[in-house]
């Protein structure tokens, strides 16, 4: 997981639920559509580097959905409809993969990605298990409940990770800490490298690097 810094909500988005209200019509999130819908996709992943919000693994438009924080079945209309409660997830259709937005349905988690220390409650092993953090206790049940609730260790996931941590070995020193500065910050296209927090992560612990 990867702290997202929430931007402003697409302007065609902010004066559809402008218009909807000044008609009085009860709105919600089934109500919206393209194009008010897209310019809401597309928002969220510029914002998030086009990185999943949970997993951080790459996704773009054809792999990823639009994400209620608060699920849809537990709030009120306004807040269905709220950019602050949206993000972008990977799984495109439901119910799979079975992971993330998809794993998470109508449950609660722990830890969000829109608080800023969200990074600090997960560990990572070198075969891409994520873990709760070992060096805070008052965040591992939360971090706990956030692994299973999303499936953080689903096979292809912890697969990914794996690979993405057997693609280190052999890298020099300087090499590492030039890398932990490309994990830090998104590319000329606006998009982070995958498993970017795995990977800052790892070269951290098993280089030393800040």
């Given at each position: 997981m990867k702290y997202i810094q929430k931007g402003?909500?697409?302007?065609?988005?902010?004066?559809?639920?402008?218009?909807?209200?000044s008609l009085g019509y009860n709105y919600d999130y089934k109500c919206l559509l393209n194009p008010e819908r897209g310019s809401v996709h597309i928002s969220l992943l510029s914002e998030q580097g086009y990185i999943c919000c949970y997993?951080?693994?790459?996704?773009?438009?054809s792999n990823s959905h639009i994400e209620h924080l608060?699920?849809?079945?537990?709030t009120d209309l306004e807040l269905s409809v709220d950019y602050t409660n949206m993000?972008?997830?990977?799984?495109?259709?439901?119910?799979?993969p079975e992971y993330c937005g998809n794993k998470k349905q109508n449950l609660a988690i722990?830890?969000?990605?829109?608080?800023?220390?969200?990074?600090?409650?997960?560990?990572?092993?070198?075969?891409?298990?994520?873990?709760?953090?070992?060096?805070?206790?008052?965040?591992?049940?939360?971090?706990q409940t956030t692994i299973k609730v999303l499936g953080l260790?689903?096979?292809?996931?912890?697969?990914?990770?794996?690979?993405?941590?057997e693609a280190l070995e052999g890298i020099t020193q300087e090499e590492a800490e030039l890398l932990a500065?490309?994990?830090?910050?998104?590319?000329?296209?606006g998009r982070y490298q995958p498993f970017c927090n795995a990977v800052l992560y790892y070269l951290k612990n098993y280089f030393g690097v800040s």
């Open positions: 402003k909500e697409p302007q065609n988005f902010s004066d559809w639920k402008a218009t909807q209200k997993c951080c693994n790459s996704v773009d438009q608060a699920p849809q079945s537990k993000l972008a997830s990977c799984g495109r259709y439901p119910n799979w722990g830890v969000s990605p829109l608080q800023a220390n969200c990074e600090e409650f997960f560990d990572y092993s070198s075969s891409g298990e994520i873990l709760p953090t070992a060096n805070n206790l008052a965040h591992q049940k939360d971090a260790n689903h096979f292809d996931l912890t697969e990914g990770r794996k690979q993405a941590f500065q490309v994990c830090q910050q998104m590319n000329g296209e």
